[in-house]
């Protein structure tokens, strides 16, 4: 009789998605459906090449990538983008990554734009269609 209290508890505790209050929670879509809506959302789409990670204090990522392919709004052959938080990016220095970036005084992004390792983006690659080609200086 006394382990039914503690059964109890057990029950009521596991219940709780404990997991979305200390890390990322991303509501899950098709991904035809989430590139669909990311195209029209995002500021900018590109592949690219990470240069430079700065950790600009807590959980704060400036990162510089070299761009090598684009989808959207980005002409220039670098940028700077910027993730933070609970759902920040984990950029890796000479990685290439599939970027989807929002925001308008600074690019932002993270995991739940489904912003990833280009070796996890092939179905997006395709989704996306054909790039557009950048000015090469």
């Known amino acids: 009789m ?3 209290p503690i059964i109890i508890v057990f029950i009521v505790l596991s ?3 404990i997991d979305a209050s200390y890390g990322c929670s991303c509501k899950s879509k098709p991904p035809k459906e ?4 990311l195209k029209k959302e995002s500021r900018a789409i590109f592949i690219g090449n990470v240069k430079e990670v700065i950790q ?4 704060n990522l400036r990162v510089i ?3 090598e392919r684009s989808w959207k709004s980005i002409q220039a052959n670098q940028v700077t983008i910027h993730t933070s938080g609970g759902c920040m990016v984990a950029f890796e220095a000479g990685r290439k990554y599939l970027v989807y970036a929002i925001g308008q005084k ?5 995991v739940c734009m489904r912003t ?7 179905e997006d690659i395709r989704l ?3 790039s557009v080609n950048l000015p090469r200086n």
């Open 56 to 59: 600009e204090g807590g959980l």
């Open 116 to 122: 990833r390792a280009i070796e996890l983006a092939a």
């Open 128 to 130: 996306l269609g054909k």
């Open 2 to 4: 006394k382990l039914l």
């Open 15 to 17: 219940s709780f998605n």
């Open 65 to 67: 990538l070299e761009i």
């Open 106 to 110: 600074q690019l932002q992004t993270n």
């Open 34 to 37: 989430a590139v669909r809506r």
